[in-house]
């Protein structure tokens, strides 16, 4: 069995904060399903932002998932998530109900569009995670979420989510949205919000196997 982590923190317009974390258990013997169409709009939208380059392979990966998903919310639990529901039922609980509710509720989002900085901030505390052995909004250097938005010029509006676990980040972008284990299921929230349209992922391993990720949320910046 393989275990997969996730935290989340949000910076609302206010700058309070909330930290919120969940588990959950797979089995590493099942394959992961990847859906068999491909969506060269989303990847040719993604690919003109002129910070895409970047990123590394698994995060121009989870960059594509991300705003397909946020493109139709419907079609991604069609093509992505009930495929690993069926694959995984251990999976296909309550979480999995209300976010089909939540899905299909939604309706197409804005894309997102990536912001250097917060690339950047995303990239470090994502390799600051894998350093630490562990997911953590607190670096190494006791530096906080609000404090490194603050030193990026993030003024308001934004969020973090962190996650540990396999490699396919398809798989993990699903796990966030199942958000199994999180009682306000907050890492969903973050990835349905309208507002959240500037992005920056990190996402980085030793082993190849186990993935710290990081995902930073904030809204336009005026």
Request: proline share 5%.
């Amino acid at each position: 069995m393989k275990q997969f982590l996730f935290l989340l923190f949000l910076l609302p317009l206010v700058l309070t904060a909330q930290t919120q974390i969940g588990s959950v258990e797979i089995s590493s013997v099942k394959a992961i399903p990847i859906p068999r169409s491909f969506d060269k709009q989303i990847d040719s939208i993604n690919r003109s932002n002129t910070y895409y380059n970047l990123l590394n392979s698994s995060e121009k990966e989870l960059f594509y998932w991300m705003n397909y998903s946020r493109n139709n919310p419907k079609q991604f639990w069609d093509s992505c998530v009930l495929p690993m529901l069926k694959q995984f039922p251990n999976l296909n609980g309550s979480n999995a109900k209300s976010l089909e509710r939540d899905l299909a509720a939604s309706g197409p989002l804005p894309l997102y569009s990536l912001n250097k900085s917060l690339i950047g901030t995303a990239q470090n505390h994502a390799l600051d995670n894998l350093n630490q052995g562990r997911i953590n909004h607190q670096s190494a250097d006791g530096k906080r979420f609000d404090q490194r938005m603050k030193e990026i010029m993030i003024k308001r509006c934004a969020s973090e989510n962190l996650a540990s676990g396999p490699s396919n980040m398809l798989f993990s972008l699903v796990l966030l949205y199942l958000d199994i284990g999180v009682a306000d299921t907050g890492h969903r929230k973050c990835l349905l919000t309208p507002s959240f349209t500037e992005l920056g992922l990190g996402a980085r391993t030793k082993t190849g196997e186990t993935f710290y990720v990081c995902q930073d949320f904030a809204c336009y910046q005026q």
